[in-house]
């Protein structure tokens, strides 16, 4: 089965506060694809990131960055010196290269961030 | 076009009829996707359309729902005999390919069923 779990359901920072949001995946398939994406109070969902599973290599982009854990089927987003502008629903998505092609979405994380 | 144009924005109908969802994809993304997001929830997969074929229909959660693509572009989703049950925002997005690719999602659809 394909599944994610973002356990996190809300979470409060003050701004410039580092915050982690946390991402675990299941699936059977062994390629797969892992996503991040954000949806700010204005609705649209606004893509990340993507990593494939062959790929364990951490990313950085600007304030934020991934950290991809095989081993432990992780795939968190942090968020450096947080800002209000970060402040959005953000959603971890799978898909498998031999599971039909849906995103499977977790049910995401609301993040706060207050000034 | 730009990005994932989705039509009308705002819907409002009365329990019963029927309505009509429009998607206008990124051009040249052969995979469209149809999601649904009910109020602080997460998405629940609709279908999925390679070119005009729907290989995967498996999350329409009834007969009422359903979608069709022409010219491997627009597609439509159409819900008939509405429920207060299908509101919701309707979610439509297009990748270039499947796989190792993003999708693309539109502004979305809010329908509400009065």
């Known amino acids: ?115 | 076009g730009a990005g994932v144009s989705q039509s009308p924005s705002n819907k409002v109908t009365e329990k019963g009829k029927d309505v009509e969802l429009r998607c206008d994809p990124i051009s040249g993304h052969t995979a469209l996707y149809w999601y649904r997001q009910s109020l602080g929830q997460g998405l629940e997969f609709l279908i999925y359309f390679q070119g005009n074929s729907a290989p995967d229909k498996s999350g329409l959660p009834s007969d009422r729902f359903s979608a069709e693509r022409t010219g491997g572009s627009v597609s439509t989703l159409t819900i008939q005999r509405t429920q207060q049950e299908d509101s919701a925002v309707y979610l439509c997005a297009s990748s270039i390919g499947t796989g190792n690719t993003e999708a693309f999602f539109g502004q979305g659809t809010r329908l509400t069923v009065v």
């Open chain 1, 1 to 115: 089965a394909q599944k994610v779990t973002q356990a996190q359901t809300e979470i409060s920072v003050v701004e410039k506060e580092d915050v982690t949001l946390d991402c675990v995946y299941e699936t059977r398939d062994t390629t797969y694809y892992l996503f991040w994406y954000k949806q700010p109070p204005s609705g649209e969902l606004v893509f990340l990131i993507r990593r494939n599973s062959f790929d364990e290599q951490n990313e950085i982009s600007g304030r934020y960055s991934w950290n991809f854990q095989k081993s432990t089927s992780s795939f968190n987003f942090t968020i450096t010196a947080s800002q209000v502008v970060d402040s959005a629903v953000y959603f971890c998505a799978l898909r498998g290269a031999n599971t039909g092609n849906q995103f499977y979405f977790g049910t995401g994380t609301s993040l706060t961030v207050i000034p």
